[in-house]
């Protein structure tokens, strides 16, 4: 079965640029979406199709995926950034990553 | 407003059953791919089942068998029967929309506040 591999955690100070990885075998073929889910909420959808952002999710929120690796990138980090993040794709069935932890320093 | 609300989690005991409604306000369940995805308390998202927009239905090897899934057009509610339930089942709940491409991707685009199933004795 496929597997995606994330950090548990990423730190990064505010305001800065944090980058969240997510590995899988050839990941670069398929379609990444990732989650942001805050303490005691439902995830939310924060990039989809690699590089895509609902409506309602700020522009520093893209993401990006080639080869062995997708990532978020979230630019200017801010406090209310905190939360999990799980990557997800379909590969005959839904597949999500682990999660990572990210802290706002 | 667009949304989904989950109800009927609660304590059972092993090997019992219980059933989760996903009531629906905004749009149409029956025109599109609804979902169920748990979370078991301090881990990661696991996809449990979907029902397509045509009634087809699909569930996780770890579900298969012992979960349903179906819906209830005039109530524009989806719902997960749980039968034979373990330990392992204990999670939240959430009820998810999904946006297929078929054989290509599946993302969710709306996520329901979830709902606590407790599997002990």
């Known amino acids: 079965s496929y597997e995606l591999t994330q950090p548990l955690s990423v730190s990064v100070a505010l305001g800065q640029t944090a980058r969240i990885t997510c590995g899988g075998n050839n990941i670069g073929s398929k379609n990444v979406h990732w989650y942001q889910q805050k303490p005691g909420q439902a995830p939310v959808l924060v990039t989809y199709r690699d590089t895509n952002r609902p409506s309602g999710i700020p522009e520093r929120f893209s993401g990006s995926n080639s080869g062995n690796t997708a990532t978020l990138t979230i630019s200017g980090a801010q406090a209310g950034d905190e939360a999990d993040y799980y990557c997800q794709v379909w590969d005959s069935t839904v597949v999500f990553g682990g999660g990572t932890k990210l802290t706002v320093l | 407003e667009v949304q989904l609300v989950e109800s009927g989690g609660g304590l059972v005991q092993p090997g019992g059953s219980l059933r989760l409604p996903c009531a629906a306000s905004?749009?149409?369940?029956?025109?599109?791919?609804m979902n169920w995805v748990r979370q078991a308390p301090g881990k990661g998202l696991e996809w449990v089942s979907v029902i397509y927009a045509g009634g087809s239905t699909y569930f996780a090897d770890s579900v298969k068998d012992r979960f349903t899934i179906s819906r209830d057009n005039s109530k524009n509610t989806v719902y997960l029967q749980m039968n034979s339930l373990r330990v392992e089942d204990t999670a939240v709940y959430y009820c998810?929309?999904?946006?297929?491409?078929?054989?290509?991707?599946?993302?969710?685009?709306?996520w329901g506040r979830g709902t606590l199933v407790t599997v002990s004795s």
């Open positions: 905004g749009f149409t369940v029956s025109s599109n791919y």
């Open positions: 998810a929309r999904s946006v297929d491409t078929p054989m290509v991707t599946r993302y969710f685009d709306l």
